[in-house]
């Protein structure tokens, strides 16, 4: 049996988004995580695809969210959907409400950073789970950073900053 067209696959990826439920929602966005490799001849064009069919108050919602899917797996798949977002000035302008959001994972995940080297270095040996916790964290500092410079960086923020 031959493994799903890309089209298939992205045709099934969009419908899941375009559920009626949140749950239908995670399903599409964790198959594009897992299942979508990114190319140069397909990035731009599956981003406007994505982020014309995904509601805009889900993506929100999942980022303030309390309720977890995993062990902070919401916050991971909230803020590496907004950072694939975020590579376009005119997406990521759509989304400049959630900088305050996006700045507290940032500095929640840099201070578990910092308590994990601090454990690393009181503990002689590392177990999987710190060590993919770890990296889990640097993944959403640097999801949280590139929000942020595109927010920073959008037409948008600097018109709110020149009438402050």
Same mark, same amino acid.
């Given at each position: 049996?031959?493994?799903?067209?890309?089209?298939? #696959? =992205?045709?099934?990826? @969009?419908?899941? *988004?375009?559920?009626?439920?949140? +749950?239908?929602?995670?399903?599409?966005?964790?198959? $594009?995580?897992?299942?979508?490799?990114l190319q140069s001849n397909?990035?731009?064009?599956?981003?406007?695809?994505?982020?014309?069919? #995904? =509601?805009?108050?889900? @993506?929100?919602? *999942?980022?303030?969210?309390?309720? +977890?899917v995993g062990d902070s797996?919401?916050?991971? $798949?909230?803020?590496?959907?907004?950072?694939?977002?975020?590579?376009?000035?005119?997406?990521?302008?759509?989304?400049?409400?959630?900088?305050?959001?996006?700045?507290?994972?940032?500095?929640?995940?840099?201070?578990?950073?910092?308590?994990?080297?601090?454990?690393?270095?009181?503990?002689?040996?590392?177990?999987?789970?710190?060590?993919?916790?770890?990296?889990?964290?640097?993944?959403?500092?640097?999801?949280?950073?590139?929000?942020?410079?595109?927010?920073?960086?959008?037409?948008?923020?600097?018109?709110?900053?020149?009438?402050?």
């Amino acid at each position: 049996m031959n493994p799903p067209s890309t089209t298939n #696959l =992205d045709d099934a990826i @969009l419908k899941h *988004l375009a559920g009626s439920s949140d +749950k239908h929602r995670v399903v599409g966005l964790l198959m $594009l995580t897992k299942h979508v490799y990114l190319q140069s001849n397909n990035i731009n064009s599956l981003r406007k695809s994505v982020y014309d069919t #995904l =509601d805009k108050s889900f @993506l929100r919602r *999942l980022l303030v969210t309390n309720t +977890k899917v995993g062990d902070s797996a919401t916050d991971e $798949l909230a803020l590496s959907m907004l950072s694939f977002f975020c590579h376009d000035s005119s997406m990521a302008s759509s989304y400049l409400d959630t900088m305050p959001t996006v700045c507290q994972k940032w500095k929640k995940d840099v201070t578990l950073l910092e308590e994990y080297k601090l454990s690393t270095a009181t503990a002689a040996a590392t177990t999987t789970t710190t060590t993919t916790s770890k990296m889990t964290s640097k993944q959403k500092i640097i999801d949280a950073m590139t929000c942020v410079l595109a927010f920073l960086s959008s037409k948008s923020a600097t018109s709110l900053l020149q009438q402050q």
